[in-house]
């Protein structure tokens, strides 16, 4: 096994993106000792009975207490928070990242906080699924995932790397963008899928002339790949959306913009038009194949159990 790239690690937040680095970190020996903090008695409990780190602290602030690596895990509306209560026990040198899926939000909150000598290194590991929490958490959920980093201008170049490094090591690839354009991007790729799929199941929901039971009876049909992603974490896509509010906006408007185009093309009977849009997002999906991001299976990649459950 390779050198550990680092002394400790402090994870503060220890859900499915905590857990999983947990896990990770153990597997490669990435640290030498992983401290773990949640503001959840109950969690950190959990956290302590699945031996997911060396220590457990209800203080965060001991946690990251000589920590080489922090790594924060928690609702983007929570970040400013966090770093003012964690500032003060950041030792000088060490790397201060997280995991949130807003960054130019996440930069505002935390940035003011970090003290001289810290290096803050906004971070988005693009991997998770619809479950939470520290049993949902898994060493492979970064495997050949793309994680984001947004450094800051005058970022130390060696810190970068180095937590460029620790997610390679991870199983990630790296990518480096400005905070703003990663807004931007995700607001398309993850926003506003989510969005979409908490109205389409709040609207099925909502129907009188559709019964729950049918619902659920039917839904291989399409609605169940809604559901999986409306079954992800509410508080999380709350800060979410009103944290990255100006690039869901623009990106609700264009698909407003679309959906009438598809409103009219069936009103009218254009099945030129109907065809050519089905035509040029089934090649998008080809393209996630191919680029390793999915598999080419009838389940979408979610592999059927041989035996259904009872």
């Known amino acids: ?44 409990k959990r956290a302590e009975s699945l031996a997911l780190g060396d220590s457990f602290h209800a203080d965060a602030r001991d946690a990251v207490r000589d920590a080489d690596l922090v790594i924060v895990s928690v609702p983007v509306g929570a970040s400013g928070a966090v770093a003012a209560e964690l500032a003060p026990a ?50 492979e959920l970064f495997e050949n995932r793309w994680c984001i980093l947004t450094p800051l201008p005058g970022s130390d170049p060696e810190a970068v790397e180095k937590l460029a490094a620790f997610w390679r090591r991870a199983g990630s690839n790296i990518d480096t963008m400005d905070p703003q354009h990663h807004d931007k991007v995700l607001a398309i790729v993850s926003h506003l899928p989510h969005i979409i799929a908490y109205n389409i199941v709040g609207t099925a929901d909502d129907l009188e002339a559709v019964t729950k039971s049918e619902v659920i009876k039917y839904s291989a049909s399409g609605f169940r790949d809604f559901t999986r992603l409306a079954a992800s974490d509410p508080t999380m ?74």
């Open 1 to 44: 096994m390779a050198e550990p790239l680092f002394d400790r690690i402090a994870l503060v937040g220890i859900g499915l993106i905590g857990s999983s680095l947990a896990r990770v970190i153990r597997r490669e020996g990435l640290a030498k000792h992983v401290a773990i903090s949640s503001r959840s008695e109950t969690t950190l």
């Open 90 to 139: 950041l030792k000088p040198g060490a790397i201060l990242t997280d995991v949130g899926s807003t960054k130019a939000s996440v930069i505002a909150q935390m940035a003011p906080h970090v003290p001289a000598g810290v290096h803050f290194i906004p971070g988005h590991p693009i991997a998770g699924t619809e479950h939470s929490g520290p049993d949902a958490g898994f060493a």
């Open 237 to 310: 896509w709350r800060d979410v959306c009103l944290h990255n509010k100006d690039a869901i906006l623009e990106m609700l408007a264009r698909f407003s913009e679309d959906l009438a185009f598809l409103q009219r093309a069936i009103r009218w009977g254009e099945g030129d038009k109907l065809f050519e849009m089905f035509t040029r997002t089934r090649a998008v999906r080809r393209s996630i194949i191919e680029a390793g991001q999915e598999i080419d299976a009838p389940d979408f990649g979610r592999h059927v159990a041989a035996h259904p459950e009872k």
